[in-house]
C-alpha cells in the first residue's frame, strides 16, 4: 500500500504554486497606524507562496503533511515575519478528503485548522522559507483510495527588505489535490476484469488518474464492461467510475453509458 507517486518512493507530493505580489493594501493584523507597525515603505514584492502535500505513510493515509513554502521571484532575500513583529501570523487551513473503495459510494469529511505562523527569517531564492504542519485526517477504514484538498490563506504576514514592507498580507492559497491509492494486485486490468477481482479492478483502474491519454482508455474500458459483469465486480467497475469522473450515475449501467456516448461525441465535435 502505498500512495501513487513515480518520483517518490516514500511520499506523494503535489505541487500547486501562486505567484502572488504583495500589495500595499493588504490586510493588517494590528490595524492602519500602530505603533507595532515596523517603519518603512509600503512596496510589493515578486513573491512566490506554494502550497505543499505530501504523506510518508503508505497507501491511504491517516495523516498529512501540509507546508507553505515563501520564495522571493526577483533574485534577492526578503525577510518573512508576523505583522506586528511577534506572534499576529496566521496559517489558515480547509482539509477536505473523500475515502473510495469497490463501491459506487464515497465518504466525505472536511476539518478546519488554524495556527500561528511560527517562523521567521530569511526567504532565499531556491531557499524558500517553510512552516509546516500535519493533519489527522483518520482511519481510513477499508478504503483502498483517499483523495485530499486543501486550501488556505496567510493572515497577517509581513515581507521585509531593508527600508521596505509589504504591510500585513492576507493572501489565499489555491486548493490543491492529493491522491493516495493502495498499490494495485499484480496483473493489467484486463487480467483483473477476466478473473472479476474487485480490488484489482478498482486499484488498477485508479492508477491512471493522473494520466490523462490513458484514462481515458480505461474509462471507455470500463464502460465497456458493465453490461458483462455482475456481482462484487460489477460494483467495482462502477466504483472506479466514480473515483475517476466524480460522476454520480450510482449503478445505472444506462446513465454511465449515455453520459460516456455524450461526452465522445462532445470531445469529437470540439476536435
Request: glycine content about 12%; proline content about 7%.
Amino acid at each position: 500500500m502505498h500512495p501513487r507517486a513515480e518520483s517518490a518512493p516514500l511520499s506523494l507530493v503535489l505541487v500547486a504554486g501562486l505567484v502572488l505580489a504583495a500589495s500595499p493594501g493588504g490586510c493588517s493584523a494590528t490595524g492602519a497606524g500602530s505603533e507595532a507597525q515596523p517603519p518603512g515603505r509600503l512596496v510589493s514584492f515578486d513573491t512566490r507562496f506554494e502550497l505543499r502535500l505530501s504523506t510518508l505513510e503508505d497507501g491511504p493515509s491517516r495523516s498529512l503533511r501540509v507546508a507553505v513554502l515563501v520564495e522571493p521571484l526577483d533574485g534577492l532575500p526578503l525577510e518573512v515575519a508576523p505583522a506586528d513583529g511577534e506572534s499576529a501570523g496566521l496559517l489558515e487551513l480547509r482539509v477536505r478528503w473523500q475515502d473510495f473503495g469497490a463501491a459506487p459510494a464515497s465518504v466525505g469529511r472536511t476539518t478546519q485548522v488554524v495556527l500561528p505562523w511560527s517562523v521567521a527569517g530569511l526567504a532565499r531564492p531556491g531557499a524558500p522559507l517553510v512552516l509546516s504542519t500535519t493533519v489527522a485526517l483518520g482511519e481510513p477504514g477499508e478504503a483502498l483510495a483517499r483523495r485530499v484538498t486543501v486550501e488556505g490563506r496567510v493572515i497577517g504576514i509581513e515581507l521585509l527588505r531593508d527600508d521596505l514592507r509589504s504591510g500585513g498580507l492576507l493572501r489565499s492559497l489555491p486548493a490543491v489535490q492529493l491522491e493516495m491509492t493502495a498499490l494495485p494486485p499484480a496483473g493489467s486490468l484486463e487480467r483483473h476484469l477476466a478473473e472479476g477481482d474487485p480490488e484489482g479492478i478498482f486499484l488498477a483502474a485508479a492508477a491512471v488518474s493522473g494520466a490523462t491519454e490513458r484514462r481515458e482508455e480505461v474509462l471507455g474500458r470500463l464502460i465497456e464492461a458493465l453490461p458483462d459483469s455482475g456481482g462484487a465486480a460489477r460494483e467495482a467497475l462502477f466504483g472506479a467510475l466514480l473515483f475517476l469522473t466524480g460522476e454520480t450515475h450510482g449503478r445505472d449501467t444506462w446513465r454511465w453509458t449515455n453520459w460516456w456516448r455524450e461526452r465522445s461525441r462532445l470531445e469529437q465535435a470540439a476536435r
